[in-house]
């Protein structure tokens, strides 16, 4: 057995040996610094607010991006559980509306490596999150790196956030080739949804969508669905730029009411679109929501 097959086994024998409670949804994408973590936590927010218990694992374990936008410092990540004995619980960091998140840390890495007892050990653990949340947010690397189509291809629903730009395209294309391309892929049990980000209208969102699936359909005999877009915002990026929520800290915004949507289209299995605030309502609405934001 290799490293990535073994690595696959841990979340494999969760799904067999536990009832599977919990709805695990994870977030990929084609490339780096295309929002995935951004989207991870808006999504978390937004589905609180929605009366869903949410945690986050945070899979991409080079950039520590979760904690850094939730302003909270793990004690802890996966290496702790698998190697110091720590329990599941113990873990879990605590981030904005009582989110909790996991960090992967080492501990993702060390996961190809592990015996027979520790892999039912970290089954063991990882099944009790089933009762602790509702909703799971894997949020993984970016493109076809190690350990990045071993989530994608142990997930039944995936998120794939994309942007108009033709080299996102085409990263996100070389993500689904590669994934469809895997003998291990069963994509008959796997749900994948495109995410359009730094869109400028919801038609915009829409033509990215089709231009991707038109390629995936075409040469790959594949299947993708569409669950919204994340519009250009100026509050949004004001929000990264700061390191917080824009869900949180301007509620408001196109972008913050775009994560409610998409929140809601998940949760309710509906295409709802966006309807974004323009001229001169926009204008007052993003002069009001910085002068309150003003540091």
């Given amino acids: 057995m290799d490293q990535a097959e073994k690595l696959r086994n841990v979340i494999k024998v969760k799904n067999q040996k536990y009832k599977q409670n919990a709805r695990v949804i994870t977030i990929t994408s084609g490339k780096g610094g295309v929002g995935k973590s951004n989207l991870a936590v808006n999504l978390a927010v937004q589905l609180q607010k929605m009366g869903k218990r949410v945690l986050i694992i945070d899979a991409d374990f080079g ?9 909270s410092m793990p004690k802890y990540n996966l290496s702790d559980l698998v190697y110091r004995g720590k329990r599941i619980r113990d873990i879990i960091t605590e981030g904005p509306m009582g989110i909790g998140f996991i960090s992967g840390g080492s501990g993702v890495v060390s996961m190809n490596n592990l015996s027979g007892e520790q892999i039912a050990y970290v089954v063991k653990c990882l099944g009790e999150l089933d009762s602790m949340a509702d909703i799971i947010l894997v949020d993984t690397g970016a493109g076809i790196a190690d ?3 071993e989530f994608v291809m142990a997930s039944s629903e995936v998120l794939l956030i ?3 730009e033709p080299s996102s395209l085409t990263d996100s294309y070389s993500l689904l080739k590669a994934l469809y ?6 994509r008959e049990n796997t749900v994948i949804k495109v995410i359009a980000n730094r869109v400028t209208s919801p038609e915009e969102g829409i033509s990215t969508y089709e231009k991707l699936k038109s390629v995936v359909t075409q040469f790959l005999n594949g299947k993708i669905e569409y669950i919204g877009m994340i519009p250009q915002d100026t509050l949004l990026e004001k929000s990264v730029r700061q390191q917080k929520i824009v869900s949180l800290n301007a509620p408001d915004s196109n ?11 998940l949760l309710h299995e509906n295409h709802h679109e966006l309807r974004m605030y323009s001229g ?6 993003g002069f009001f929501t910085i002068l309150n934001n003003r540091e």
């Avoid at 950039?63 to 302003?71: D, R, Y």
């Avoid at 001169?280 to 609405?285: E, G, S």
Wanted: cysteine-free; aromatic content about 14%.
């Fill in 63 to 71: 950039l520590a991006n979760i904690e850094v936008m939730f302003g």
């Fill in 162 to 164: 994309t942007t108009p």
């Fill in 181 to 186: 391309r895997n003998p291990n892929f069963l």
């Fill in 280 to 285: 001169i309502r926009q204008f007052f609405h």
């Fill in 255 to 265: 972008a913050a009411r775009a994560f409610e949507v998409m929140a809601a289209n």
């Fill in 147 to 149: 350990n990045v189509l």
